[in-house]
């Protein structure tokens, strides 16, 4: 009886193993098939298909992150009487930033890199492999930051979330370090695509921020996740829900002069934006706080930002588009501005304040705990400033004010100048306009922005402290492959060592028995105290008393000193400097490490240039 019992129960076990490994193979099935066509397809055939299932995943998660929030934030704006509105715009804001420092801490370990800066480092970094968990965690994030009245942008959390889709394809599937990157910002312009339904603005984005200092030949597969992302955007997504603007003007060029003036406003609003931005993150710093009491004060701060102006809950769009189809009045009557007679004076007012305001509510959001990006508010900033100039133009007297089209100009002015991106900014406002007769003045505002910026700091400040620690990819592609390398993994550390005390009889027995020619020198707590190389000893190489001649007095003072935690581009700086071949390493606590040499650098940059130029 027992051994019949024993065998049905094996029996079960081989029934559940082999249910387990079918379920398995057929979860899996379409790797399988994928896995074929990849054997059977050249390179190219492959990428293209590759982009086209990146394209159509990115654009779906896009789809629904858009979606989820416009219908939260669409309930909690348009179904609730003003009174009550009032009660929402003090909780959701709060609770929006506390509960996605909740969900960071408890479901993502509290890693909360976020942002266009997090894909640059994957790619510079980590070869261009992103953790599977951003392609969801971003979603969850944003979503309950932004759909809660974060203000801040979808569209960076979106393309963030496309490069870890198309990262992990091609992880899957065991590409290269170029088709991976290449896929990494297929996902990327395709979450951009399908946000704006603008696929070109999307490529632009790729090539203008994630490909700096990345070479390419091919694009193809840019172009068809664009394009797929585009149209998932466009068949699922409802009209409200875009980024969309019908009304303009035809550009008319005796209107220049506005687009001069209001370039250089953009410019140096989108400069007064960065050194807010600055400022609150480093006044975040400041505090010390743990970051749910950081979240409790952004979230309390950011919530009576949006009760005294409701324009600045959410990403803002609807309000852009109040202000281009002239239905200013309905954005005051939500406001306590409702109190005051409309007049000029008080729209005035009333932009005003949301253009100061909001480069303040956006880093409140970021750096209090909440997750979102720079590209919605800058375009919410931009269109303000853009409607604000116009009614001063008008107010001063001003006639055939171009009112819409200055709006626009300045979306793409102000995103030119933040992200230092002109070309997506000008595509992306063409293409949500329908305005490619508004090329030129976009042009004009754009490159007049993003000059003015260049001329204030090179590099966007949101970027500059990852670039000045070698940690992302710029234009000098020299400088990019060297901060792939790290001193601490090209040190010698069996070099040779020689105490202070000791004499020439026993550094001669270490010539014999070793095969260096550079000694370090250390005192008895292991600092070094110098060097010294062959040529220092030959004139005593055969004295006759070898003992009485010291180390201390043949050893000489390094030209200068390479510390572990320097970057590449330091370590470089020194050789070039001293004319060294190799320098001595020491640690934070002056504690001699080893020898790096200027041959083993070059070596390793050799064979890092041959692996990225396949």
């Given at each position: 009886m027992k051994k019949n019992n024993l065998r049905k129960y094996h029996s079960f076990l081989k029934f559940k193993r082999d249910f387990t490994r079918y379920s398995i193979r057929k979860a899996r099935s379409y790797e399988i098939i994928l896995h074929w066509l990849k054997n059977r397809m050249n390179r190219t055939q492959f990428l293209i298909l590759s982009g086209i299932l990146v394209g159509i995943t990115s654009g779906l998660a896009g789809v629904a992150l858009k979606y989820l929030v416009h219908h939260i934030h669409y309930f909690i704006t348009s179904k609730i009487h003003f009174e009550y509105q009032i009660l929402f715009y003090i909780v959701f804001p709060f609770m929006g930033?506390?509960?996605?420092?909740?969900?960071?801490?408890?479901?993502?370990?509290?890693?909360?890199?976020?942002?266009?800066?997090?894909?640059?480092?994957?790619?510079?970094?980590?070869?261009?492999?992103?953790?599977?968990?951003?392609?969801?965690?971003?979603?969850?994030?944003?979503?309950?930051?932004?759909?809660?009245?974060?203000?801040?942008?979808?569209?960076?959390?979106?393309?963030?979330?496309?490069?870890?889709?198309?990262?992990?394809?091609?992880?899957?599937?065991?590409?290269?370090?170029?088709?991976?990157?290449?896929?990494?910002?297929?996902?990327?312009t395709a979450g951009i695509a399908s946000a704006f339904n603008a696929p070109i603005a999307g490529i632009m984005f790729a090539f203008e921020i994630l490909l700096t200092g990345v070479v390419f030949t091919d694009f193809i597969p840019l172009v068809v996740a664009a394009v797929c992302g585009s149209l998932v955007s466009k068949v699922i997504l409802q009209e409200d829900a875009l980024f969309r603007f019908h009304a303009r003007e035809p550009f008319n060029y005796l209107n220049t002069l506005y687009y001069i003036v209001l370039g250089l406003l953009t410019a140096f609003y989108a400069r007064y934006f960065l050194l807010i931005t600055q400022k609150v993150e480093h006044w975040f710093q400041w505090m010390k706080l743990s970051k749910m009491h950081r979240?409790?004060?952004?979230?309390?701060?950011?919530?009576?930002?949006?009760?005294?102006?409701?324009?600045?809950?959410?990403?803002?769009?609807?309000?852009?588009?109040?202000?281009?189809?002239?239905?200013?009045?309905?954005?005051?009557?939500?406001?306590?501005?409702?109190?005051?007679?409309?007049?000029?004076?008080?729209?005035?007012?009333?932009?005003?304040?949301?253009?100061?305001?909001?480069?303040?509510?956006?880093?409140?959001?970021?750096?209090?705990?909440?997750?979102?990006?720079?590209?919605?508010?800058?375009?919410?900033?931009?269109?303000?400033?853009?409607?604000?100039?116009?009614?001063?133009?008008?107010?001063?007297?001003?006639?055939?004010?171009?009112?819409?089209?200055?709006?626009?100009?300045?979306?793409?002015?102000?995103?030119?100048?933040?992200?230092?991106?002109?070309?997506?900014?000008?595509?992306?406002?063409?293409?949500?306009?329908?305005?490619?007769?508004?090329?030129?003045?976009?042009?004009?505002?754009?490159?007049?922005?993003?000059?003015?910026?260049?001329?204030?700091?090179?590099?966007?400040?949101?970027?500059?402290?990852?670039?000045?620690?070698?940690?992302?990819?710029?234009?000098?592609?020299?400088?990019?492959?060297?901060?792939?390398?790290?001193?601490?993994?090209?040190i010698d550390s069996q070099a040779q060592r020689i105490a202070t005390d000791a004499s020439l009889r026993i550094l001669l027995e270490l010539i014999k028995t070793g095969n260096k020619n550079i000694f370090a020198v250390v005192d008895e707590t292991g600092r070094l105290s110098g060097v010294l190389t062959l040529d220092d000893i030959r004139p005593v190489l055969f004295a006759p008393d070898p003992d009485a001649i010291k180390i201390t007095t043949l050893m000489k003072v390094p030209p200068t000193l390479i510390h572990i935690d320097d970057n590449m581009l330091q370590a470089v700086k020194a050789f070039d400097e001293t004319g060294a071949w190799q320098l001595p390493v020491i640690d934070k606590d002056e504690q001699f490490i080893g020898f790096i040499s200027k041959s083993n650098i070059l070596l390793s940059y050799r064979k890092l240039m041959q692996a990225y130029s396949e």
């Amino acid at each position: 009886m027992k051994k019949n019992n024993l065998r049905k129960y094996h029996s079960f076990l081989k029934f559940k193993r082999d249910f387990t490994r079918y379920s398995i193979r057929k979860a899996r099935s379409y790797e399988i098939i994928l896995h074929w066509l990849k054997n059977r397809m050249n390179r190219t055939q492959f990428l293209i298909l590759s982009g086209i299932l990146v394209g159509i995943t990115s654009g779906l998660a896009g789809v629904a992150l858009k979606y989820l929030v416009h219908h939260i934030h669409y309930f909690i704006t348009s179904k609730i009487h003003f009174e009550y509105q009032i009660l929402f715009y003090i909780v959701f804001p709060f609770m929006g930033i506390v509960l996605t420092t909740f969900i960071v801490i408890t479901f993502f370990k509290g890693q909360s890199r976020k942002g266009i800066g997090a894909i640059l480092y994957e790619i510079a970094q980590n070869s261009s492999i992103v953790s599977p968990v951003k392609m969801y965690s971003q979603v969850i994030q944003s979503a309950v930051t932004v759909g809660l009245g974060g203000s801040a942008g979808l569209e960076s959390p979106i393309a963030v979330t496309g490069a870890a889709i198309g990262s992990n394809f091609a992880q899957t599937y065991k590409l290269n370090y170029k088709e991976r990157t290449l896929l990494l910002a297929a996902g990327a312009t395709a979450g951009i695509a399908s946000a704006f339904n603008a696929p070109i603005a999307g490529i632009m984005f790729a090539f203008e921020i994630l490909l700096t200092g990345v070479v390419f030949t091919d694009f193809i597969p840019l172009v068809v996740a664009a394009v797929c992302g585009s149209l998932v955007s466009k068949v699922i997504l409802q009209e409200d829900a875009l980024f969309r603007f019908h009304a303009r003007e035809p550009f008319n060029y005796l209107n220049t002069l506005y687009y001069i003036v209001l370039g250089l406003l953009t410019a140096f609003y989108a400069r007064y934006f960065l050194l807010i931005t600055q400022k609150v993150e480093h006044w975040f710093q400041w505090m010390k706080l743990s970051k749910m009491h950081r979240a409790m004060v952004g979230g309390a701060l950011l919530s009576i930002l949006c009760v005294l102006l409701p324009p600045l809950f959410g990403e803002g769009y609807d309000a852009i588009k109040a202000f281009n189809n002239g239905q200013t009045s309905a954005i005051l009557h939500n406001s306590f501005f409702r109190y005051f007679d409309v007049k000029e004076w008080t729209v005035i007012v009333f932009l005003g304040l949301i253009c100061v305001l909001k480069a303040f509510a956006t880093p409140i959001t970021l750096f209090g705990g909440g997750n979102g990006g720079n590209f919605a508010p800058s375009l919410f900033a931009g269109g303000t400033l853009g409607y604000l100039f116009a009614l001063l133009c008008k107010l001063v007297g001003f006639e055939g004010v171009p009112e819409t089209n200055l709006v626009l100009a300045g979306m793409a002015g102000v995103m030119s100048g933040v992200l230092y991106a002109p070309l997506t900014a000008i595509f992306l406002i063409a293409e949500s306009s329908f305005g490619y007769d508004l090329f030129i003045p976009l042009m004009i505002v754009s490159v007049i922005s993003y000059l003015v910026a260049k001329r204030f700091s090179p590099i966007s400040p949101d970027l500059r402290k990852l670039a000045d620690e070698g940690k992302i990819f710029t234009r000098a592609h020299d400088k990019n492959l060297l901060s792939l390398l790290h001193v601490r993994d090209l040190i010698d550390s069996q070099a040779q060592r020689i105490a202070t005390d000791a004499s020439l009889r026993i550094l001669l027995e270490l010539i014999k028995t070793g095969n260096k020619n550079i000694f370090a020198v250390v005192d008895e707590t292991g600092r070094l105290s110098g060097v010294l190389t062959l040529d220092d000893i030959r004139p005593v190489l055969f004295a006759p008393d070898p003992d009485a001649i010291k180390i201390t007095t043949l050893m000489k003072v390094p030209p200068t000193l390479i510390h572990i935690d320097d970057n590449m581009l330091q370590a470089v700086k020194a050789f070039d400097e001293t004319g060294a071949w190799q320098l001595p390493v020491i640690d934070k606590d002056e504690q001699f490490i080893g020898f790096i040499s200027k041959s083993n650098i070059l070596l390793s940059y050799r064979k890092l240039m041959q692996a990225y130029s396949e």
